[in-house]
């Protein structure tokens, strides 16, 4: 297995993904041309983000995306992982934890202390999966505003 950054022959299998993450997550069906849309546009543009992918024979196992936000009260940046997905064949095999190690080594690089994400209230198997990885539930609730 590899682990590494994306790059731009990435796109379909990631978007691919990304629906599929959807589906089995939030049981929500998304428009794969606007998924293609939207990873094709953080390729392209690395101040929007990154994905961090796990391959084995060319086919991608699993992937996070990386977004970046800055706190004006602690002087800092936070890395948002989103869109973390492991192909369920690959499932209990170390994936994520390789994901999330290279994550934490271009973190360290980059001085960065903290990572969030956020996670559907009903996708359990995930909570406890980021659990056991040591992270912890914060005090907020996430509202949205759709224009």
């Known amino acids: 297995m590899t682990v590494r950054l994306a790059q731009k022959n990435d796109i379909e299998q ?3 993904n990304n629906v599929q993450l959807a589906r089995i997550s939030e049981n929500r ?4 041309q606007k998924v293609l849309e939207g990873v094709k546009q953080v390729i392209k543009d690395r101040h929007k ?14 992937q996070v995306l990386v977004t970046f936000e800055w706190s004006d009260w602690q002087a800092f940046n936070i890395w948002w992982l989103q869109s973390i997905y492991v192909k ?3 499932r209990r095999q170390g994936v994520l934890t390789k994901l999330l ?3 934490h080594d271009l973190a360290v690089k980059e001085n960065v202390t903290t990572f969030r994400l956020y996670v ?3 996708n359990k198997k995930a ?3 980021y659990e056991k990885k040591g992270m912890q539930k914060e005090p907020y609730t996430i509202y949205s505003y759709t224009i």
């Open 14 to 16: 990631i978007a691919k």
């Open 29 to 32: 069906y998304i428009e794969s």
């Open 49 to 62: 983000g990154f994905y961090v992918v796990a391959e084995e024979k060319n086919i991608i196992i699993g």
């Open 88 to 90: 369920e064949k690959w």
């Open 101 to 103: 190690d290279f994550i």
């Open 120 to 122: 559907h209230k009903k």
């Open 127 to 129: 909570i406890t999966i």
